[in-house]
C-alpha cells in the first residue's frame, strides 16, 4: 500500500484539500460581504453585531443552518434529492480546480480547459434541475423549469464568448489568455473585440450562475424559492455554496479573459517579478522532501496569486454592485434578450474576431516570457 | 493489474451497467441520467484512449449540452405528480430488438477485425487499445489536438462536414414544421376574430 501515496498523489490531495478549504472560506466570506455591501448601497449597516464588525457572522449562520432540522418532502424522489445539491457543489468545486490561479499554481494544467469549464458549468445546472424535478412539488417544478430553459438559452453565448479569446489566442488553455497581453506580436487593437466580449460574458454568466437580473429561478415572488423549495439545513446551503463558488470561478475567466490574468505587466516593468523566485514552504530542514512541495511556493508565485486574487475581489465587487443596481427581469424579456440580442452579438463579435486574426494574425501568449520561463523551469528542476 | 486497466474495467462496468439501466428504467428522467452516467464514463475510457479532445466534447457536448435538452424536453412532458411513468411497447420489440443487437455485434466485429489490432486476443483482453489504422502515422496526435482535428476537418472532410451540417439543418426545418401544429395557428386566427369583435362592442358602447 505504501507505493500508493507517492509524493506527486500526496501533494496532489494535500493541494485538492487545500483548495477545498479555500474555497468553503471564501464561500462564508462572501455571504457575509455580499450582505454588508448590498447594505452600504442601501443606506444600512447589514450584520455588524457578531464579533469585531460582524466577522464572524459567517461563523454563526453556519453553526445555525447545521443544526437546522432537516425534512425531506415523502414523495421526493429521494436518490436524485440527495444527488442534486452535491452534482451542484462538486461541479462549481471542480471547475476552480481548472483555473490557474497564479503563475504555476494550479490545480491541474489541462491542455483542453475552456471545454471543461463550459462542461462542468453545464453538470452544475443539471444539480439544479434535478433539485426542482426530485422535489415533486409544483413551486420547485416551475423553476427548475425556468433554470433549465435559461441555462441552455445562455450557455450558448457565453460559450461563444470564449471563442473571442481562444480565436485571437489560438488555444485553449486558460494560462494563454492572461499571457496574450504580453506577447511580443500582442495588438491592441484586439481589444475593440475583448472589452465587448467581457461584457457579454459577464452578462451570460450572470444567467448561467443565476444571479440577480437573471434570477428567475428563484424568483420569490412568482413560485416561492424556486428549485431549492424544499431543501433545508445544510442541504439547502450547498445550493448558494456552488452558486457562490460558480461566481467566483466566473470571475476568474473575466480576470484572465481582459485583465490580464495573474500578471501585473505594466509593459516596461513586470512587478511580479521584483518578488524573486525564492522559496516560500517548508525549510529542508524538516526534511519532509518532496512531500512537501505541495505547501510551498515561490515567492514568485505568491505574487502572482496575490495579484489575482486583487482583481477577482474587484470583479466579484462588481458583481454584487450589478446586484443592488439592476431590478429582476420579467420571464420573456429574459429570453428575448437571450436569444435575440445577446447569441447574435457574439455571433458578430465571432466574425469581427475571425477577420481581425486573419488580417493581424494570431496572439502566441507564451510567446512573450519564455526567457523568464525557462528561467523558473530551471530553478524548479534544480530544486528537485 | 495496472491502474489504467483498473480504471478500465471500472468505466466498462458502469457504463454497461448504466446502458441497460437506461433501457430498463420505467421512469423517463431516470433514463435521461443513465444516459448521462453512460456518457460520462465514456468521457474517461477515451482519457485512457489518450484523446482528451475526444473526451472534452463528448462531455461538453453530450453529457453536458445535449442531454440537458433531453432532460428539459422530458420534464415538460411529465408533471412530477404523474404516478404511471412511460411504457412504450411496440409489437414485437423483442425480435427487432435482438435483430438490431446482432447487426450491430457484427458491425462492430467486422471493424475490429479489418483495422488489424483484434486479431491478437491478448491485446484486446488485455490492455484497452484503439484499432488503429496504418494509414496516420500517428493518431493519437490527432485525436488529441484540437488543431489538428480541426484542420484534418475542414481541409480533407470538408464535404462530409458540410453534408452532415445541411443534414442537421433539414432535421431543424423538420421539427419545426411537425410542431407547427395547426390547431394552434387557427386558436391565434380566432384571437383576432375575438379582438376584433371586442374592438366592435368597445365602438359599440362607445358609441
Known amino acids: 500500500m505504501a507505493e500508493i501515496f507517492t509524493p506527486e498523489i500526496v501533494n496532489l490531495l494535500v493541494r485538492g484539500g487545500l483548495l477545498i478549504f479555500v474555497l468553503l472560506t471564501t464561500f ?13 448601497f442601501q443606506w444600512r449597516l447589514g450584520p455588524n453585531r457578531v464579533g469585531p464588525l460582524g466577522l464572524l457572522q459567517p461563523l454563526a449562520d453556519g453553526v445555525k443552518t447545521a443544526l437546522k432540522q432537516e425534512m425531506v418532502p415523502r414523495k421526493a424522489d429521494k436518490v436524485l434529492y440527495f444527488l442534486a445539491p452535491t452534482l451542484t457543489l462538486s461541479a462549481s468545486f471542480t471547475t476552480f480546480a481548472l483555473i490557474p490561479v497564479g503563475e504555476r499554481v494550479q490545480m491541474s494544467s489541462v491542455p483542453v480547459a475552456i471545454l471543461f469549464f463550459l462542461g462542468l458549468s453545464s453538470m452544475a445546472a443539471y444539480g439544479l434541475i434535478l433539485a426542482g424535478w426530485s422535489s415533486q412539488s409544483k413551486y420547485p417544478f416551475l423553476g ?3 433554470t433549465c430553459a435559461q441555462v441552455i438559452s445562455y450557455e450558448l453565448a457565453l460559450g461563444l464568448c470564449l471563442l473571442v479569446p481562444i480565436l485571437i489566442t489560438g488555444s485553449l488553455n486558460i494560462n494563454d489568455f492572461g499571457n496574450m497581453y504580453r506577447a511580443e506580436n500582442w495588438n491592441w487593437i484586439y481589444l475593440i473585440v475583448l472589452l465587448p466580449t467581457t461584457v457579454l460574458f ?16 428563484e424568483c420569490e415572488a412568482e413560485i416561492v424559492a424556486g428549485y431549492h423549495t424544499e431543501y433545508s439545513s445544510m442541504k439547502y446551503a450547498m445550493f448558494p455554496m456552488g452558486e457562490y463558488i460558480a461566481m467566483v470561478a466566473m470571475s476568474a475567466m473575466v480576470v484572465h479573459m481582459l485583465l490580464g490574468g495573474y500578471h ?3 509593459g516596461f516593468v513586470d512587478l511580479t517579478y521584483w518578488a524573486g523566485d525564492w522559496k516560500l514552504g517548508p525549510p529542508e530542514s524538516w526534511g519532509w522532501g518532496a512531500y512537501g512541495d505541495a505547501l510551498s511556493l515561490t515567492a514568485h508565485g505568491f505574487a502572482t496569486t496575490m495579484t489575482f486574487i486583487v482583481k477577482l475581489c474587484a470583479l466579484i465587487f462588481t458583481f454584487m ?6 431590478p429582476r427581469l420579467r420571464y420573456d424579456q429574459l429570453m428575448r434578450f437571450g436569444w435575440k440580442w445577446l447569441l447574435p452579438a457574439t455571433l458578430v ?13 494570431p496572439v502566441h501568449g507564451t510567446g512573450a516570457d519564455t526567457a523568464a520561463q525557462a528561467a523558473m523551469e530551471v530553478t524548479l528542476n534544480a530544486r528537485h | 493489474m495496472d491502474g489504467q486497466l483498473l480504471a478500465w474495467w471500472m468505466l466498462a462496468i458502469v457504463g454497461s451497467l448504466s446502458a441497460v439501466m437506461m433501457v430498463l428504467s420505467r421512469n423517463p428522467v431516470h433514463s435521461v441520467l443513465y444516459l448521462v452516467a453512460n456518457f460520462l464514463t465514456l468521457v474517461g475510457i477515451y482519457f485512457l484512449l489518450s484523446a482528451p479532445m475526444m473526451a472534452v466534447v463528448q462531455f461538453v457536448v453530450y453529457a453536458g449540452a445535449i ?5 428539459f424536453v422530458v420534464m415538460f412532458f411529465m408533471s412530477p405528480e404523474a404516478r404511471r411513468w412511460l411504457r412504450p411497447e411496440i409489437k414485437s420489440q423483442w425480435v ?3 435483430l438490431l443487437t446482432v447487426m450491430l455485434l457484427t458491425v462492430v466485429y467486422i471493424a475490429l477485425s479489418t483495422a488489424g489490432r483484434v486479431a491478437d486476443p491478448d491485446i484486446v483482453m488485455g490492455t484497452p487499445t484503439i484499432a488503429t489504422s496504418d494509414r496516420t502515422a500517428d493518431p493519437r496526435q490527432e485525436l488529441g489536438h484540437p488543431a489538428g482535428l480541426g484542420t484534418r476537418m475542414f481541409s480533407y472532410h470538408a464535404l462530409p462536414f458540410e453534408i452532415a451540417g445541411l443534414l442537421l439543418l433539414a432535421a431543424l426545418l423538420g421539427a419545426v414544421l411537425v410542431a407547427r401544429d395547426e390547431r394552434s395557428e387557427g386558436r391565434t386566427h380566432l384571437v383576432h376574430e375575438f379582438e376584433k369583435a371586442e374592438e366592435g362592442v368597445a365602438e359599440e358602447v362607445r358609441a
Open chain 2, 96 to 98: 427487432f430488438g435482438t
Open chain 2, 67 to 71: 442531454m440537458i435538452l433531453f432532460l
Open chain 1, 202 to 217: 459577464l452578462i451570460s454568466s450572470l444567467a448561467e450562475t443565476g444571479r440577480t437580473p437573471f434570477d428567475l429561478p
Open chain 1, 144 to 146: 427548475s423549469l425556468r
Open chain 1, 321 to 326: 454592485w450589478i446586484r443592488a443596481t439592476f
Open chain 1, 349 to 361: 463579435l465571432i466574425f469581427v474576431t475571425a477577420a481581425l486574426v486573419g488580417y493581424f494574425g
Open chain 1, 28 to 40: 462564508a466570506y462572501l455571504t457575509y460581504t455580499e450582505r454588508r455591501v448590498l447594505s452600504f
Open chain 1, 264 to 266: 501585473l505587466d505594466l
